[in-house]
Protein backbone atom coordinates (compact mmCIF):
# COMPACT_ATOMS: atom_id res chain seq x y z
CA UNK A 1 0.00 0.00 0.00
CA UNK A 2 2.87 2.45 0.97
CA UNK A 3 4.64 1.66 -2.18
CA UNK A 4 1.62 2.00 -4.32
CA UNK A 5 1.17 6.02 -2.71
CA UNK A 6 5.12 6.82 -3.31
CA UNK A 7 5.12 5.66 -6.76
CA UNK A 8 1.56 7.87 -7.01
CA UNK A 9 3.19 10.68 -5.71
CA UNK A 10 6.14 10.76 -7.89
CA UNK A 11 3.63 10.39 -10.93
CA UNK A 12 1.94 13.35 -10.42
CA UNK A 13 5.12 15.08 -9.27
CA UNK A 14 6.24 13.90 -12.71
CA UNK A 15 2.94 15.12 -14.12
CA UNK A 16 3.03 18.37 -12.71
CA UNK A 17 6.56 19.17 -13.94
CA UNK A 18 5.72 17.85 -17.28
CA UNK A 19 2.49 20.04 -17.71
CA UNK A 20 4.05 23.40 -16.53
CA UNK A 21 7.58 22.99 -18.86
CA UNK A 22 4.76 22.25 -21.79
CA UNK A 23 3.05 25.12 -21.04
CA UNK A 24 5.99 27.48 -20.56
CA UNK A 25 7.33 25.93 -23.94
CA UNK A 26 3.78 26.53 -25.61
CA UNK A 27 3.99 30.25 -24.70
CA UNK A 28 7.31 30.89 -25.84
CA UNK A 29 6.60 29.05 -29.20
CA UNK A 30 3.70 31.09 -29.58
CA UNK A 31 5.26 34.60 -29.15
CA UNK A 32 8.10 33.44 -31.71
CA UNK A 33 10.77 31.99 -30.07
CA UNK A 34 13.17 29.42 -31.34
CA UNK A 35 15.56 26.56 -30.39
CA UNK A 36 13.58 25.94 -27.06
CA UNK A 37 14.89 23.00 -25.23
CA UNK A 38 13.64 22.60 -21.71
CA UNK A 39 15.12 20.21 -18.98
CA UNK A 40 13.61 20.04 -15.22
CA UNK A 41 14.59 18.45 -11.74
CA UNK A 42 13.24 18.48 -8.63
CA UNK A 43 14.51 21.66 -7.44
CA UNK A 44 16.03 23.41 -11.09
CA UNK A 45 14.71 24.52 -14.17
CA UNK A 46 16.63 24.75 -17.10
CA UNK A 47 15.57 26.81 -20.33
CA UNK A 48 17.48 27.24 -23.52
CA UNK A 49 16.04 29.44 -26.50
CA UNK A 50 16.82 31.52 -29.47
CA UNK A 51 15.42 35.01 -30.03
CA UNK A 52 14.73 36.17 -33.68
CA UNK A 53 11.48 38.12 -33.03
CA UNK A 54 12.81 41.06 -30.55
CA UNK A 55 15.35 43.27 -32.78
CA UNK A 56 17.46 43.56 -28.98
CA UNK A 57 18.03 40.93 -26.75
CA UNK A 58 17.89 42.58 -23.50
CA UNK A 59 14.08 43.05 -24.60
CA UNK A 60 13.86 39.24 -25.61
CA UNK A 61 14.90 38.15 -21.94
CA UNK A 62 12.89 40.23 -20.27
CA UNK A 63 9.79 38.88 -22.20
CA UNK A 64 11.37 35.66 -21.85
CA UNK A 65 11.81 36.36 -17.43
CA UNK A 66 7.88 38.03 -17.58
CA UNK A 67 6.81 34.61 -18.78
CA UNK A 68 8.43 32.00 -16.32
CA UNK A 69 7.23 34.77 -13.77
CA UNK A 70 3.57 34.18 -14.82
CA UNK A 71 4.12 30.45 -15.30
CA UNK A 72 3.39 27.72 -13.09
CA UNK A 73 6.67 26.03 -12.71
CA UNK A 74 7.65 24.67 -9.37
CA UNK A 75 11.36 24.26 -8.98
CA UNK A 76 12.63 27.95 -7.90
CA UNK A 77 16.57 27.77 -9.13
CA UNK A 78 15.96 29.02 -12.96
CA UNK A 79 19.14 28.57 -15.34
CA UNK A 80 18.47 30.65 -18.79
CA UNK A 81 20.51 29.67 -22.02
CA UNK A 82 20.37 31.65 -24.58
CA UNK A 83 21.41 31.26 -28.48
CA UNK A 84 22.05 32.22 -31.86
CA UNK A 85 22.10 30.15 -35.08
CA UNK A 86 21.88 27.62 -32.16
CA UNK A 87 25.01 28.49 -30.85
CA UNK A 88 25.23 29.14 -27.05
CA UNK A 89 26.47 32.57 -26.22
CA UNK A 90 25.27 33.80 -22.95
CA UNK A 91 23.27 32.75 -20.20
CA UNK A 92 21.47 34.19 -16.66
CA UNK A 93 21.03 32.23 -13.79
CA UNK A 94 18.55 33.08 -10.77
CA UNK A 95 15.35 32.06 -8.84
CA UNK A 96 11.65 32.10 -9.61
CA UNK A 97 11.27 33.88 -5.56
CA UNK A 98 13.49 36.47 -6.88
CA UNK A 99 11.55 37.26 -9.80
CA UNK A 100 8.47 37.51 -8.34
CA UNK A 101 9.95 40.03 -5.98
CA UNK A 102 11.36 42.10 -8.93
CA UNK A 103 8.37 42.19 -10.70
CA UNK A 104 5.86 42.86 -7.79
CA UNK A 105 8.54 45.40 -6.85
CA UNK A 106 9.11 44.00 -3.33
CA UNK A 107 13.02 43.56 -4.52
CA UNK A 108 14.84 46.19 -6.44
CA UNK A 109 16.50 45.83 -9.67
CA UNK A 110 20.34 46.26 -8.25
CA UNK A 111 19.03 43.94 -5.35
CA UNK A 112 18.02 40.98 -7.76
CA UNK A 113 20.99 41.71 -10.36
CA UNK A 114 23.37 40.64 -7.38
CA UNK A 115 21.51 37.87 -5.86
CA UNK A 116 21.77 36.70 -9.90
CA UNK A 117 24.70 35.79 -12.16
CA UNK A 118 25.45 36.80 -16.08
CA UNK A 119 27.84 35.24 -17.64
CA UNK A 120 29.82 33.90 -20.71
CA UNK A 121 30.85 30.25 -19.31
CA UNK A 122 28.72 28.26 -20.35
CA UNK A 123 30.75 24.84 -20.58
CA UNK A 124 28.85 23.13 -17.48
CA UNK A 125 25.47 24.58 -18.71
CA UNK A 126 25.74 23.46 -22.15
CA UNK A 127 25.98 20.05 -20.94
CA UNK A 128 22.50 19.74 -19.93
CA UNK A 129 21.05 20.27 -22.48
CA UNK A 130 22.97 17.41 -24.50
CA UNK A 131 19.95 15.08 -25.79
CA UNK A 132 17.22 17.51 -25.19
CA UNK A 133 14.35 17.52 -27.25
CA UNK A 134 14.46 20.88 -28.99
CA UNK A 135 10.93 22.71 -30.06
CA UNK A 136 10.31 25.53 -33.14
CA UNK A 137 14.37 24.75 -34.48
CA UNK A 138 15.03 28.24 -36.25
CA UNK A 139 16.43 26.08 -39.50
CA UNK A 140 15.85 26.01 -43.04
CA UNK A 141 13.89 29.16 -42.49
CA UNK A 142 14.08 32.36 -45.06
CA UNK A 143 14.35 35.73 -43.70
CA UNK A 144 14.77 38.76 -45.81
CA UNK A 145 15.57 41.66 -44.50
CA UNK A 146 14.83 44.71 -46.57
CA UNK A 147 17.04 48.51 -45.51
CA UNK A 148 18.45 51.32 -47.04
CA UNK A 149 22.14 52.31 -47.61
CA UNK A 150 23.76 55.47 -48.23
CA UNK A 151 27.27 56.40 -49.95
CA UNK A 152 28.58 59.90 -49.86
CA UNK A 153 31.23 62.18 -50.91
CA UNK A 154 32.10 65.66 -49.67
CA UNK A 155 33.81 68.42 -51.43
CA UNK A 156 34.23 70.03 -55.03
CA UNK A 157 32.50 73.40 -55.19
CA UNK A 158 30.96 72.12 -59.29
CA UNK A 159 28.71 69.51 -56.77
CA UNK A 160 29.66 69.88 -53.01
CA UNK A 161 27.31 66.34 -52.03
CA UNK A 162 27.32 63.90 -53.50
CA UNK A 163 24.50 61.00 -52.37
CA UNK A 164 23.62 57.84 -53.32
CA UNK A 165 21.14 55.52 -52.01
CA UNK A 166 20.93 52.21 -52.40
CA UNK A 167 17.89 49.64 -51.23
CA UNK A 168 19.56 46.48 -49.82
CA UNK A 169 17.02 43.52 -49.58
CA UNK A 170 18.80 40.56 -48.32
CA UNK A 171 18.23 36.71 -47.98
CA UNK A 172 19.21 35.03 -45.22
CA UNK A 173 19.06 31.21 -43.48
CA UNK A 174 20.32 28.56 -41.30
CA UNK A 175 20.68 25.17 -41.95
CA UNK A 176 22.92 23.73 -39.01
CA UNK A 177 24.14 24.88 -35.89
CA UNK A 178 26.00 27.35 -36.57
CA UNK A 179 25.67 27.34 -40.14
CA UNK A 180 24.27 29.93 -42.59
CA UNK A 181 24.22 31.03 -45.73
CA UNK A 182 23.90 34.69 -46.59
CA UNK A 183 23.58 37.51 -49.87
CA UNK A 184 22.65 40.79 -50.20
CA UNK A 185 21.25 42.24 -53.58
CA UNK A 186 22.08 46.14 -54.14
CA UNK A 187 19.67 48.68 -56.09
CA UNK A 188 21.21 52.00 -56.56
CA UNK A 189 18.68 55.15 -56.78
CA UNK A 190 18.11 58.42 -56.27
CA UNK A 191 21.76 59.38 -57.06
CA UNK A 192 23.83 61.56 -58.48
CA UNK A 193 27.37 60.35 -60.10
CA UNK A 194 28.70 59.24 -57.06
CA UNK A 195 30.71 56.40 -58.58
CA UNK A 196 29.79 54.17 -62.09
CA UNK A 197 27.95 51.15 -59.58
CA UNK A 198 24.63 51.94 -60.87
CA UNK A 199 23.35 48.81 -61.76
CA UNK A 200 21.35 46.31 -59.49
CA UNK A 201 23.54 43.35 -58.76
CA UNK A 202 24.46 41.03 -56.17
CA UNK A 203 26.80 42.67 -53.42
CA UNK A 204 27.66 39.81 -51.26
CA UNK A 205 26.87 36.25 -51.04
CA UNK A 206 28.36 33.56 -49.23
CA UNK A 207 28.28 30.88 -46.39
CA UNK A 208 29.33 31.32 -42.78
CA UNK A 209 30.16 28.29 -40.13
CA UNK A 210 30.02 29.58 -36.43
CA UNK A 211 31.67 27.26 -33.99
CA UNK A 212 31.90 27.69 -29.96
CA UNK A 213 34.69 25.84 -28.29
CA UNK A 214 35.24 25.60 -24.74
CA UNK A 215 36.73 28.22 -22.31
CA UNK A 216 34.58 31.33 -24.41
CA UNK A 217 36.44 30.59 -27.64
CA UNK A 218 34.62 31.10 -30.95
CA UNK A 219 35.64 30.67 -34.71
CA UNK A 220 34.37 31.61 -37.60
CA UNK A 221 34.67 30.71 -40.78
CA UNK A 222 33.09 32.03 -44.31
CA UNK A 223 33.76 31.26 -47.84
CA UNK A 224 32.26 33.40 -51.19
CA UNK A 225 31.81 36.53 -52.11
CA UNK A 226 32.27 39.67 -50.44
CA UNK A 227 31.88 43.34 -50.09
CA UNK A 228 34.20 45.84 -51.96
CA UNK A 229 34.30 42.93 -54.93
CA UNK A 230 36.50 40.57 -52.99
CA UNK A 231 35.82 36.52 -53.19
CA UNK A 232 37.62 34.04 -51.19
CA UNK A 233 37.94 32.63 -47.70
CA UNK A 234 37.42 34.80 -44.44
CA UNK A 235 38.11 33.68 -40.98
CA UNK A 236 38.63 34.03 -37.51
CA UNK A 237 39.35 32.64 -33.95
CA UNK A 238 39.06 35.00 -30.70
CA UNK A 239 39.31 34.09 -27.03
CA UNK A 240 37.65 35.70 -24.15
CA UNK A 241 38.69 36.75 -20.33
CA UNK A 242 37.34 37.82 -17.55
CA UNK A 243 34.14 37.03 -19.43
CA UNK A 244 33.85 40.15 -22.16
CA UNK A 245 36.45 41.87 -20.31
CA UNK A 246 39.73 41.30 -22.53
CA UNK A 247 39.81 39.37 -25.96
CA UNK A 248 42.04 38.30 -28.08
CA UNK A 249 41.76 37.06 -31.02
CA UNK A 250 43.76 36.66 -35.03
CA UNK A 251 41.95 37.18 -38.45
CA UNK A 252 43.01 35.76 -41.88
CA UNK A 253 41.85 36.64 -45.06
CA UNK A 254 42.66 35.37 -48.62
CA UNK A 255 40.48 36.66 -51.39
CA UNK A 256 40.82 37.42 -55.31
CA UNK A 257 39.16 40.23 -56.63
CA UNK A 258 35.97 39.81 -58.70
CA UNK A 259 32.84 41.24 -59.91
CA UNK A 260 29.57 39.11 -60.08
CA UNK A 261 27.56 40.93 -62.64
CA UNK A 262 23.28 41.07 -63.47
CA UNK A 263 24.03 37.82 -65.19
CA UNK A 264 25.83 36.44 -62.68
CA UNK A 265 29.29 36.18 -64.67
CA UNK A 266 32.47 36.55 -62.47
CA UNK A 267 35.55 38.60 -63.44
CA UNK A 268 38.85 37.61 -62.87
CA UNK A 269 41.89 40.02 -61.90
CA UNK A 270 43.92 37.47 -60.53
CA UNK A 271 44.82 39.76 -57.81
CA UNK A 272 45.37 37.55 -55.23
CA UNK A 273 45.95 38.96 -51.29
CA UNK A 274 45.74 38.00 -47.67
CA UNK A 275 44.93 39.79 -44.56
CA UNK A 276 46.45 38.59 -41.48
CA UNK A 277 45.92 40.27 -38.16
CA UNK A 278 46.14 39.98 -34.95
CA UNK A 279 43.30 41.76 -32.70
CA UNK A 280 42.92 42.80 -28.73
CA UNK A 281 39.81 44.48 -27.67
CA UNK A 282 39.35 45.98 -24.00
CA UNK A 283 36.41 46.25 -22.84
CA UNK A 284 34.97 48.57 -19.91
CA UNK A 285 31.85 47.65 -18.32
CA UNK A 286 30.83 50.56 -16.58
CA UNK A 287 31.08 52.86 -19.32
CA UNK A 288 30.04 49.90 -21.83
CA UNK A 289 33.34 51.11 -24.33
CA UNK A 290 35.00 49.13 -25.80
CA UNK A 291 39.26 49.98 -27.55
CA UNK A 292 39.82 47.64 -30.23
CA UNK A 293 43.25 47.11 -31.57
CA UNK A 294 44.31 45.28 -35.13
CA UNK A 295 47.64 44.71 -36.07
CA UNK A 296 49.12 43.27 -38.77
CA UNK A 297 48.98 43.19 -42.95
CA UNK A 298 46.32 44.63 -44.47
CA UNK A 299 44.78 44.73 -48.04
CA UNK A 300 47.20 46.83 -49.92
CA UNK A 301 50.32 44.87 -48.17
CA UNK A 302 51.06 47.33 -45.57
CA UNK A 303 51.97 46.47 -42.37
CA UNK A 304 50.18 49.00 -39.90
CA UNK A 305 47.65 49.28 -36.95
CA UNK A 306 43.58 50.12 -36.55
CA UNK A 307 42.98 51.79 -33.39
CA UNK A 308 39.18 51.70 -32.48
CA UNK A 309 37.22 53.33 -29.73
CA UNK A 310 33.40 52.59 -29.17
CA UNK A 311 30.83 53.37 -27.33
CA UNK A 312 27.86 51.70 -26.71
CA UNK A 313 24.82 52.99 -25.77
CA UNK A 314 22.28 49.49 -25.44
CA UNK A 315 21.81 48.91 -29.51
CA UNK A 316 23.73 52.07 -30.74
CA UNK A 317 27.32 52.23 -31.24
CA UNK A 318 28.70 55.23 -31.71
CA UNK A 319 32.59 54.63 -32.95
CA UNK A 320 36.30 56.67 -33.58
CA UNK A 321 38.83 54.92 -34.88
CA UNK A 322 42.38 55.61 -36.42
CA UNK A 323 44.12 53.63 -39.19
CA UNK A 324 47.89 53.63 -39.83
CA UNK A 325 50.23 51.72 -41.88
CA UNK A 326 53.12 52.32 -44.21
CA UNK A 327 50.81 54.08 -46.55
CA UNK A 328 50.05 56.60 -44.38
CA UNK A 329 47.14 57.22 -41.78
CA UNK A 330 43.36 57.52 -41.46
CA UNK A 331 40.94 58.42 -39.06
CA UNK A 332 37.57 59.08 -39.10
CA UNK A 333 33.88 58.09 -36.86
CA UNK A 334 31.24 55.63 -37.72
CA UNK A 335 27.92 54.80 -35.87
CA UNK A 336 25.06 52.03 -36.18
CA UNK A 337 21.86 53.21 -35.10
CA UNK A 338 18.31 50.51 -34.86
CA UNK A 339 16.00 51.07 -37.65
CA UNK A 340 12.66 49.79 -37.99
CA UNK A 341 10.50 47.90 -35.81
CA UNK A 342 11.55 46.65 -32.49
CA UNK A 343 9.44 43.51 -32.75
CA UNK A 344 9.07 41.59 -35.97
CA UNK A 345 6.78 39.06 -37.28
CA UNK A 346 6.87 35.70 -35.80
CA UNK A 347 9.62 33.34 -37.75
CA UNK A 348 8.07 31.27 -40.49
CA UNK A 349 9.00 29.08 -43.34
CA UNK A 350 9.46 32.78 -45.08
CA UNK A 351 9.49 36.24 -43.47
CA UNK A 352 10.09 39.68 -45.29
CA UNK A 353 11.29 42.08 -42.30
CA UNK A 354 12.85 45.38 -42.23
CA UNK A 355 16.65 45.37 -41.37
CA UNK A 356 17.62 46.36 -37.84
CA UNK A 357 20.32 48.61 -37.96
CA UNK A 358 21.11 51.61 -40.23
CA UNK A 359 25.22 52.58 -40.29
CA UNK A 360 27.06 55.22 -41.64
CA UNK A 361 31.05 56.22 -41.61
CA UNK A 362 32.76 59.22 -42.03
CA UNK A 363 36.86 59.20 -43.53
CA UNK A 364 38.19 62.88 -42.61
CA UNK A 365 40.60 61.69 -45.33
CA UNK A 366 39.91 59.88 -48.10
CA UNK A 367 43.18 60.36 -50.10
CA UNK A 368 44.84 57.08 -48.44
CA UNK A 369 44.13 53.51 -48.66
CA UNK A 370 46.25 52.99 -44.59
CA UNK A 371 45.19 49.88 -43.56
CA UNK A 372 42.47 49.18 -45.78
CA UNK A 373 40.16 46.28 -45.22
CA UNK A 374 37.44 44.86 -45.85
CA UNK A 375 33.87 43.29 -44.30
CA UNK A 376 30.46 41.29 -45.67
CA UNK A 377 27.99 41.62 -43.10
CA UNK A 378 27.31 39.54 -39.96
CA UNK A 379 29.78 38.33 -37.79
CA UNK A 380 29.38 36.36 -34.50
CA UNK A 381 32.16 38.51 -32.32
CA UNK A 382 29.85 41.81 -33.37
CA UNK A 383 26.61 40.05 -32.82
CA UNK A 384 28.36 38.93 -29.59
CA UNK A 385 28.30 42.51 -28.18
CA UNK A 386 23.90 42.41 -27.96
CA UNK A 387 24.56 39.35 -25.49
CA UNK A 388 27.70 40.37 -23.18
CA UNK A 389 26.22 40.19 -19.66
CA UNK A 390 26.77 43.80 -19.40
CA UNK A 391 24.73 44.58 -22.62
CA UNK A 392 21.80 42.38 -21.20
CA UNK A 393 21.81 43.81 -17.30
CA UNK A 394 21.84 47.12 -18.67
CA UNK A 395 19.10 46.40 -21.10
CA UNK A 396 17.01 44.85 -18.55
CA UNK A 397 17.29 47.77 -16.19
CA UNK A 398 15.31 50.14 -18.26
CA UNK A 399 12.06 47.85 -17.19
CA UNK A 400 12.68 48.01 -13.25
CA UNK A 401 14.41 51.38 -12.95
CA UNK A 402 13.07 55.01 -13.64
CA UNK A 403 15.43 56.11 -16.46
CA UNK A 404 16.05 59.86 -18.29
CA UNK A 405 16.63 59.63 -21.77
CA UNK A 406 19.86 58.79 -22.79
CA UNK A 407 21.99 59.66 -25.98
CA UNK A 408 20.87 56.48 -27.33
CA UNK A 409 17.23 57.44 -26.77
CA UNK A 410 17.66 60.95 -28.58
CA UNK A 411 20.10 59.28 -31.67
CA UNK A 412 17.19 56.66 -32.10
CA UNK A 413 14.35 59.25 -31.93
CA UNK A 414 15.88 60.85 -35.25
CA UNK A 415 15.18 57.72 -37.56
Not at 110 to 121: D, L, R, V, Y
Not at 140 to 163: E, H, T
Not at 183 to 211: C, G, Q, V, W
Not at 360 to 389: H, M, Q, V
Request: charged share 25%.
Amino acid sequence: MKKSAVLSCLFLLSFAFSFAQDKLSEALHQDGFENIQVKTTSTDYFLAYENNRYRFEADALHKVLKLIVSSSIVQDEIHILIKNRNIPYSAVHTSKTSLEKLFKGDMTYNEWKTSSSFTMSLDELRKEFKGVETINSSFYKVDIPVGIALSYQLGNFDNPIRLKYRLQPELYTTFANGAYFNTLYNIPFLFNDLDNYNTARSYSMHFTKDIRLPYETFLNVNAGYFFYNRYGIWAQAAKFFMEERFRIGIEYRYTQNGLIEPNFKTYNSGDFRSIVLGTFNYRNIKYESDISLKVGKFYRGDFGYNLDFTRQIDEVYISLFLRKSDLGNLVGFRFRTPLGFKKHLSPNRFRVRTREYFKLRYNYNTSTPAALNYDFGEKILSDLSEYYPSTLQYGLEEYFTPQDPTLGDMIRSLF
